[in-house]
C-alpha cells in the first residue's frame, strides 16, 4: 500500500514561511511528477507547483517567485518552501504523485491527507 505523508503545516504571520515536506512510502514502483495543491474554503482545489522527476518545475502565477519546489527522489520526497506569505494563501495543502506501485504497475494519482495553512496576524 502506498501513502503520501505530509508534514509542516501550521499557523504564520503574514510575510512569514513555512516548509512543507510528503514523503511517498509503501510498495513504489516509480513516481513521475510530484505536486503541491491547495483548497481554500468555499473554492476548488487548484494547483500550486509540481515537479518533474528530473527537476522541471511548474508554478501557479499566484505564487511564482514566492514558492519553491523541490524533490529528493533517494527519499520519494517533496518540498515546498513558501516566503513572503500572504492570508490569501490560506488554505489546506494537498500532496500529489504520479506513481506506479510494484502491486499496480500502472501510474496513477495518490494523494497526501493535507494539512492546513493559516496565513494571519
Known amino acids: 500500500q502506498v501513502q503520501l505523508v505530509e508534514g509542516g503545516g501550521g499557523l504564520v504571520q503574514p510575510g512569514g514561511s513555512l516548509r512543507l515536506s510528503c514523503a511517498a512510502s509503501?510498495?513504489?514502483?516509480?513516481?513521475?511528477?510530484m505536486g503541491w495543491y491547495r483548497q481554500a474554503p468555499e473554492k476548488q482545489r487548484e494547483l500550486v507547483a509540481t515537479?518533474?522527476?528530473?527537476?522541471?518545475?511548474n508554478y501557479a502565477d499566484s505564487v511564482k517567485g514566492r514558492f519553491t519546489i523541490s524533490r529528493d527522489n533517494t527519499k520519494n520526497t517533496v518540498y515546498l518552501q513558501m516566503n513572503s506569505l500572504k492570508p490569501e494563501d490560506t488554505a489546506v495543502y494537498y500532496c500529489n504523485a504520479d506513481l506506479a506501485s510494484n502491486r499496480y504497475p500502472s501510474y496513477r494519482d495518490y494523494w497526501g491527507q493535507g494539512t492546513q495553512i493559516t496565513v494571519s496576524s
Open positions: 509503501g510498495s513504489i514502483f516509480s513516481i513521475r511528477a
Open positions: 515537479i518533474t522527476k528530473d527537476g522541471s518545475a
